[in-house]
Every structure is written in structure tokens, then in C-alpha cells.
């Protein structure tokens, strides 16, 4: 094999078409930002006059701002003479002394807005825009990205035209075999592929003489069998000489019931049940004993020939169905393109197929003129182009005096999903003046570099086509920074292959190596991430994020999931599964029926019971005994149906969230930041279809249904978005993960078979005979030998799959492979058909770890020595999993956040209210030798006692005075929580003196004894969007504030956060709201011990209590919440008029004797530190 030469940035030469093979990790952008400065500097081309292309708007803004670096570093190392990058240097060596080049730059820098930086759609939209009188283009024309709607017209049309007008039997044929929707498939994308030729060509063969033949010989089947049916049936049960395994007694009732069946449904359906044949005589004769006379009778003779006539009619059938498939792309195409331009409409895909149509067309005028505007093109991602877009870069940069680079790598050119097409690349890379490759790979551990060596040297036709072949890279001499994964301070083995033997003679099933494979993975992550084991990257330990487990399909990452579940390893889903493809979808339509309809039972049962709304069998099945529940839900419901009718869908559907607490409900669920993520999702796309195309309520659930129609093209921004992601495994599809690097990657999942299972289906094919012309065929006589080349396509594309997997990492890859069922195709197949594995490990030189998989596949797998740890410590279930406490930090990003979420050592959920269940290590306990008591302080301690207490004041009526109504709840409180009933006394005396103290030293009258029912809200759940915040952002707002409006040690404390900067919502519960004369206060009941007497909760302590804790915090998110309601509740809200302040209570140290400087902790911020706070917490983007 010819091996490409090393391409030389700094020295080899800027002309004419150059290819460069950009392997994974080689610096394809730090070429393409060199070879900008470059033509600047030694083309003296003008930053307008150089044409840099890539695929997608993120690449764009990438390359954009790193080729804006480079300039101005470039700049500044002319200036100096010289720095550390080494092309740098070459060209301060090259320059250094020119006044001329450092002008050139700074002429770049400050023109660099004039950089022709483009997607290829918008590099094509800016042509045909610039020169819309050479290329024929339509002014004024929108742009759409989706065109199902006009697809699914136009087959519409196409099936009335050519289908109904058909004969009936015609008709019902094509109804079996096919529909509108199938049609629609079939279509697709492909419509829109420059080039495609369909076989085989069209036919129409007329029918109609062999339709009435057909009718003919039904007819007389039917006569014959009105008279002979009793006869036959006699002749198929007593015929000596027919073999009754062929012609079982039990069987001919059935056959004779199904010919009842069919003669009786008439003529004009071609299809005969199965068993008719057993009436003819061909079938007879078979079924008759050796040396014996087969039954005779006049109807079996006109079974066969019904089946004949039937053989020929199905022969024109399938002809002129073929037929019509090939005509619907040729009507298709015309008709796409006649409707959109009576609409004035094109899609991304016109932009590409017009400038390609326009340059074939007009020729020399257009190019010429996209020739003056640019001198020199560079293409990035060049492996993604399709045979349109190599021909515009062809005809306008590869010639005489024009400088064109084609820069990608081939092996992971993987989306021909998308109408990449690798021939393409070939092409191009046959007609190149130059052909280079980039020869270090600057992503991972030298030892990975040589094993992925290894791997693909291990076949001459790595990649099955000789145009593409593997060539190795190195790593670079005396990288800085190099980060090398280590156990224990040693090296081991960078590329794990784990080996599955076969099961006996026989290879191992998919469905039984799946489950085993997640369970090896999620063990193997396991002992990565155990402290004890010592894994270290660097100086650091790994963390979950620093895992990715790459996958074919969403269901596999599903699967990694569960199987990381027993371990408590968190992980998030990167894919391009589609939000309404979701069970939060088909859930949130189930309720919007529900709100929309709440008088209809069957819908507002069905919105009842989704996970959304939680109501369980049992529930459904009590409401119908009890009127007064049933009826206080559909009063919720109309309700819900009057806001969204009078204010909209935003305003019923922040009303429901809060109502029916759907976010707390969604979180308790394992995956529940995956349900809840989704549900916002939905929540935000529905508001926006709404406003933007002002659906009422039945249309706009009528479009989430559309949404939910599999047949319906989905865009990318319906996409599913991530969880929290920043302290969690990776669960990727491969697709997703190019262009992405991990430490450590996991590939189970890479021998999927390379055969097309349905031999019936359409085959997309590169017709080698017509020059590799993209080619569908739809049933023609060489569909086998198309279906081979298809799936030889096919495993060339999942070579590369397994390539852009195995080169994701940066320092550790396991990879899984073995004689798995229907692997025979597949990439790892191809790849090690002449070798054996252990001859892969010796030539790896100790960079493979191989571990084979035992044969029998038991109950675990194990490995040797370093293979995925047993799986015999995963003995436990998930629900017998004994709780630990969390100590570390997860940064959650988009997230439903809390004031315990940001507190450390907070282990208790986050979506409960809080119950005191945090327990300061210096909370003193009572000595043993104590004396019993019974009183408040020797109350039981910790979160049972502390729900308790909260119930019974949750549930108080403070201004009653009958003691016995206390008493009453007090006992019923004590037995639901299973507390000896003798602690009664000690509650109420507590009750007593907590409602009789005074709150406020000037105002003789505020007590909780004075607030009624009606004046205060118990448990009010908040909601508030959030700010992205950090603890440097809530330590800075606290430092401003110090000493003038927040205590001076405040700031020092908040420096003790460590969580992760978050954003989304926050969330919480106030125990309770209360307003008295026009102000309104906070109250937080806390029962924490902090001794045996009143004095122990002394103002000191408290204070201590409350900053040791963070309760400051606490308060100071609950006034946000609170203030924030009232300004947007109260007409002449007043902060200073109408806010009263904070009272956080500690029950056991609450004595009226003693006055209120005990057990109450009381405050009041000042107005202008509650506003900076809202401003910092409240985001004010959420529903504009």
C-alpha cells in the first residue's frame, strides 16, 4: 500500500486540489486555521477572499473563533519573534523581519468580519442571494426545514391519480402490500438525492384480459364447489391412498371452512388462503403414498387452474406496482419543485441542488463570478459531501490559478443518513493534484495511539474499499500537559478487548449477551470510580463524568443505564432521540385531553392515571365510592380548562405544575431529572406552538398528536435534551459522540450484523457498473446481487462506526467482541477474520489487555486479571440497597434545585420539605446516666420527630381554645407516627407555650395564638426560575453587603459552599406564611436538640445553630420566594409596608416565662439586600 505523505503545514506547497486525511485526534483545526494564515501571509490574500466551509452552525462558531485567535497569536509572535507553538515559530523565522506580513495580519484582524466563514447551506444561500440573476434564483423566497407536509401532499395526490382509478382487484392488491404511509417512507429523503436512479424502469402491463380470466376461474371454482363441497371434504378425510401426515383429519375441517370463507368473499380479492394449494392436483400427487393414485375430481382440476390464472395476474400485479413506485419519483421530483416555487418556498437541501443546478447550467458567467469573489477554498469535513456538493467545489475551485483544500477523514464518514456519500470522497480523491495525511495524534495516551495501530493494521482492507485505507499515526514528540490514566500510580494496558468465547459448538445469543455485557460495564465503571482501587487521571480521580459508554441505539444506552442503577453511579443520555418519542409526550397528551374535556370520564381517568399525575389503580377504583374525592379533582380540572381558555396555555399550565405538585412527583422517580427535564421540554415547546401559531386547545393537542406520529419528520431542536450532565457517565450514540473526546470509553456494542434482513425491501445501492452511481432499486432481476453490494456498503459504514468509537478516548478504551449470534457480518468480524486474539495482543506489545469471557455465560462474567470486575458483589436489589450518605458534589446544570441541593452534606431528598433531618455533629446528646424525664427535651430526636411536629402545627387551629381539641390531635398525631401516647401532656405544653409567647418586643399583640386559620398557608411550595449561580456569585453578593445589610461574618461562611453552578428552578417549602395587620411573616419550625434547658437555645446559640447550617440561606431563598409572589399578587405591595419578617422557631427552647430571646430566632433583611438577592437568584428569561 502507497502510504500518503505526512502533510507539512508549514512548508508544503498552496496550489492546486489538495486532499489532506485528517485521522481522529490529528488537529484538523489547528491545520485549518495554519493554512488560513498561510494564504494570508504568503498568498497576500485578504481574509473576504478565502472560502472556508463546514457542515454545521456550531463547527462554524468554532472555526470562526479559533481562526481569530490564531491571527491575532500569530500577530503577537511576529512581534516577538517567535513562541512556543512550533508553526508559529516557523513563521516568525519565515516573517519575522516583514513589516509587510505583520500589516497583512493586522489588515486580517481588522477585516476579520468580512471572513466568508459558512455552513455549506449558507455558503450556497450567499451565492445564489449575490448572484440571483446568474443562477435563475426566485427573490424573496423562505426558508423552510422541513418539507413532510408537502411530501405527504403530494403522495396523497399520487395515490388518488394513480390508485383509485385502478380496477378494484387491482385496488385491493395494492392495499395488501402497500399505503400511502408506506409510499411515504419509501420517498423520504431520497426524493431529494441529486442523481438517483431508480430500477427497475417503470411498467404498466395491462391486466384486464387476465382479470377476467381470474373472475372466470373463481366463478367456476364457486359453481363447482356449491355442489361438490360434501363430496370433497369426503374424498380429503377417506382417501386411502393420500398420506395423512400431508393430509391430516384435522386439519381439511379448517381447510374446508377457509374455502367457505374465501369463495364466499367474491372475485375481486387475489389473494387465496393458505392451504388452498392442498385442493389442487400438483399438490395431491405430492401428498399421495408412494406407488399410489392420487384422488380425481372435476374441482380440483379448476383449483388449478385458478391458482395459474392467479400465478400470472399476481406477475402483472407486482409489475405494475413496481411501476408505480418507480413513477412516484419521477412525479415526485416535479411536483416538489412545482409547489415550492408557486409557494416560494425552498428547503436546506434546494440551496445545495440549485447552486449545483445553476453552475451545470449556466456555467462560466456564475462561476467566473464566485471565482472573483473567492481565490482559495478550504472545506472541512470534507468526508460528509455528497456528489452536488463535491461538483460545485469542483467546477468553481479546482482549476487553473485557484487553491482548493478538501480536509477530512473518510474513516469516519458516518452519516449516509443524511446524504453523505463516501464515493464522493473517493472521487475527489482520485481527481487531487496532492493527497496528505496528518500524522500525530494529539487526543490520547501514546500506548492507545499504538493499540488502535494495532486494531486497524490487523487487516489489510480495514475499511473494505481499497480507495480507503487505514494508516497509522504516532504521537507527538514531547507533548506538554500529557494526562495519564493510572492505578496505584502504575500504567496498565490502555485497550481492554473483552473476549466472549462460544457457549459449547454454539455462538452466544444477542438477547442473552446484551444484559450480561451492561452488567460487566456498569461493574467495570464501579471499580474505576472506588476509592480504594486508587484510578487516577493525573493528579485527580475519576469521576463519572470522565466515563462515556458509546452505543448503536437509545435503547442500548437504556439498558447501560439500568445496569448502572444497583451501583448508585448517576449517568445522562446524550442522543437524538426525539422529544415526542418520550412517554412525558403521549402523558402530557393524555392530560391536556383530560383539561380539555374534564366532563368526559374515560379521558379524565386515562389524565389521571399517567406517572404525571400519579394516581394508581386502587385510587381510580376508591373514587367511584367516594363522590366528594372524584369531584374534587374535576373541580381542579375545570378549573384548568377555564385559565387556559380565558389566559392561555402558560398561565393553566404554571397553575397546573404548582397544583399538582408534577415536578416533585416526576423527581421521585429513579430517572425522575430525566422525566422532569423532559417535561419542561414539552411544557416550552407547547407554549411556543401556541403563541406562534395561536392554536386553541383541541389544535394545539391536536399538533402534539401529530408530533407523536412516527411518520411526522422531526426537527432538531425537538430533540432530547440533557439532564444534569456534569458529574455523570455518558451514555452516547456513536453519531453523537464524533467529534467528541472522553477519557475513558466503553464500547459493548459494535459487532451489529451487516446483512439486510428483509429480502423484500428496496435496496440503496453505489452501482459500481455505472460509476458508483447512487442507485435504489425496488425489486428488479438483480436484487441479489445489489442487496450484496448494499451490505458491503454497509459494513464499510460500520467499520468507521467502530473506528470514531475506538478513537474517542483519550486514555482508556474497553471493547467488546466474541462469537455472538448473527455477528458474522459485522465490523470486528471483518476486521479479525485472519487473526486470532491472542496473536492481536502479543503484536500490540503489551498495549492490548485481552480477557476472554467464559463460555458458559452463567449467571456473571468474569474476567481475568483486569477484566470487568465479578459481578458477584451486585447480589442486592435495588430497594434492598441500605442508604449512605453523600459527600461529594454533583454539578447538575439545568436542573430542579433546592436549598438543600446546595448545601454539603445534605442527605436527605430534595424534593420533601424539609424536616429538620440535618444533624449537626456538635448537637449535644442526653448523657445515658441521666435521670428520665419527660419533658420537651427529652423528646425523641431526628426526622420522624421532626415530621411529627410539623404535622401537629400544620394541622392547629392556633386560635381555638377547647384544650381537648388539642389533646384529640395531638394523640392521633403521636399513634400515626408511633410515639408512646404518654408524651401527650409534654406536646400540648409545648403547643401552649409556643402559640402564647410573644413574636415581636413592639407589638404586645403578635402571637401565633392571634392568626386564624384563614390568615395563613401551611406548606407553600414555591417555584422561581433560576440564574445560573455559583457560591462565588452568592459569596460576592454577600461580601457588597456586609455590615451595612448583612452580618459581617456572613460573607466568610457562604465561602464554605462547594456545589456546582446550577441553573433551571429553584424550589422549596415554607412551613408557613402568615399575615397580621397587612404584614406578612415567615415561620420555620425546627426541632433540633440543643440541650437539656431553656437557656440552651439562648440567641447565640441559635445564631450559631442557624449559620452552622446555612439556615440564613434557607430564609433568604424562602423571603425571595415570597417576595417575589407578593410584588406579583398584591396591587401596592410594599416591602418596607408589607413585609413583617422571618421567625425561625426551635420548639424545645420556646418558654413564655422566659421572654422571646429564647428558642426564636428573628430577622428582618434589609429591602436593598432582598432585591439584589432577587436579582441575582431570579431569572427573568422563563416565558418572555
Sequence with gaps: MTQKKHFDLASDPLEGTNLIEASAGTGKTYTITGLFLRLILEKHLPVSEILVVTFTEAATAELTDKIRVRLRDASESLARGGGEDFFLQSLADQYGDSAEARTRLEEAIRDFDEAAIFTIHSFCKRMLHEHAFESGSLFNTELVANQETLRQEIVGDFWRRHVYGASPMFVRYVMDQTGPDDLLSLLGNKVSQPGLKIIPRAEFPESSDQEAQYQDAFHAVCHAWASARSEIESILLTDKNLNRRTYGPKSIPKWIQAMDDTLASGPHHITLFEKFEKFTPRMLEAGTKKKHTPPEHPFFDLCGNLMAKQEKLLGLFEKRLLGLKAELFSYARKELRKRKETQNVLSFDDLILNLHRAIRKRGESLVENIQKRFKAALIDEFQDTDPAQYEIFRKVFATEGRILFLIGDPKQAIYGFRGADIFAYMDAARNAHFQYTLGENWRSEPGLI???????????????????????????????????????????????????????????????????????????????????????????????????????????????????????????????????????????????????????????????????MGVRGEELDAFAKDESAWEKRLIRFRKYHRLWHEGGFVRMIREFMSGERILPRLMAFPDGERRSTNFLH????????????????????????????????????????????????????????????????????????????NKKQPVLFHDGKDGQRLTLDLGSGKMDENRAAAERELLAENMRLLYVALTRAKNRCYFVWGHFNQAESSAPAHLFQNMDMETLRERSKGTIHLSEMPSEWEGNISVREQGPASLQSKTVSVESLSEREFTTQIDQGFRISSFSSLIPGWSHSPEIPDRDMRTSPSDPAPSPLATPRQDI???????????????????????????????????????????????????????????SVRLDPGDEDLSLSQIRNEDRLNELEFYFPLNQIAPKDLRHLFASCAGSECPEDWPEHMGRLEFSPVRGFMKGFVDMVFQFRNKFYLVDWKSNFLGDHVEDYHPVALREVMKRNFYMLQYLIYMVALHRYLSLRKQDYCYEKHFGGVYYIFLRGVDPGKGMNFGIYQDRPAEGFVRKLCETLISEDFFV
Design 450 to 612: 499504538a493499540a488502535v495501530n494495532t486494531v486497524f493494521e490487523s487487516s489489510e482492507d480495514a475499511f473494505v474499499y481499497d480507495e480507503i485505507r487505514f494508516q497509522g499515526v504516532s504521537a507527538p514528540q514531547n507533548k506538554k500537559d500529557q494526562v495519564f490514566l493510572t492505578k496505584q500510580g502504575l500504567a496498565e494496558s490502555p485497550l481492554h478487548l473483552w473476549f466472549a468465547g462460544r457457549k459449547g459448538e454454539k455462538p452466544v445469543s444477542r438477547t442473552e449477551a446484551r444484559p450480561q455485557i451492561c452488567d460487566a460495564v456498569a461493574a467495570e465503571i464501579s471499580r474505576l470510580l472506588a476509592p480504594e482501587n486508587a484510578f487516577m487521571l493525573g493528579e485527580a480521580r475519576i469521576r463519572p463524568r470522565d466515563i462515556a459508554v458509546l452505543v448503536r441505539q437509545n435503547s442500548e444506552a437504556d439498558m447501560i443505564r439500568q445496569s448502572l442503577l444497583p451501583y448508585q453511579i448517576p449517568s445522562v443520555l446524550h442522543s437524538t432521540a426525539n422529544i415526542f418519542d418520550s412517554g412525558e409526550a403521549l402523558e402530557m397528551e393524555k392530560v391536556l385531553t383530560g383539561i380539555e374535556q374534564p366532563g368526559d370520564e374515560r379521558r379524565f381517568r386515562a389524565a389521571l392515571s399517567t406517572d404525571m
Design 682 to 757: 414539552l411544557v416550552e415547546i407547547l407554549h411556543s406552538i401556541s403563541v406562534e401559531k395561536k392554536l386553541s386547545m383541541s389544535w394545539l393537542i391536536r399538533w402534539l398528536s401529530d408530533q407523536n406520529d412516527p411518520m411526522t419528520q422531526r426537527s432538531e431542536e425537538h430533540q432530547l435534551r440533557l439532564e444534569s450532565d456534569e458529574n455523570a457517565v455518558r451514555l452516547v450514540t456513536i453519531h453523537k459522540s464524533k467529534g467528541l473526546e472522553y477519557p475513558i470509553v466503553f464500547c459493548p456494542f459494535t459487532w451489529g450484523n451487516s446483512k439486510i434482513i
Design 937 to 995: 427535651f427529652s423528646f425523641p430526636k431526628g426526622a420522624r420527630a421532626g415530621t411529627f411536629l410539623h404535622e401537629v402545627f400544620e394541622h392547629l387551629d392556633f386560635t381555638q381554645q377547647d384544650p381537648d381539641i388539642t389533646k384529640k390531635l395531638v394523640a392521633e398525631k403521636l399513634e400515626a407516627y408511633d410515639f408512646d401516647p404518654e408524651w401527650e401532656p409534654t406536646i400540648c405544653d409545648t403547643i401552649r407555650k409556643v402559640l
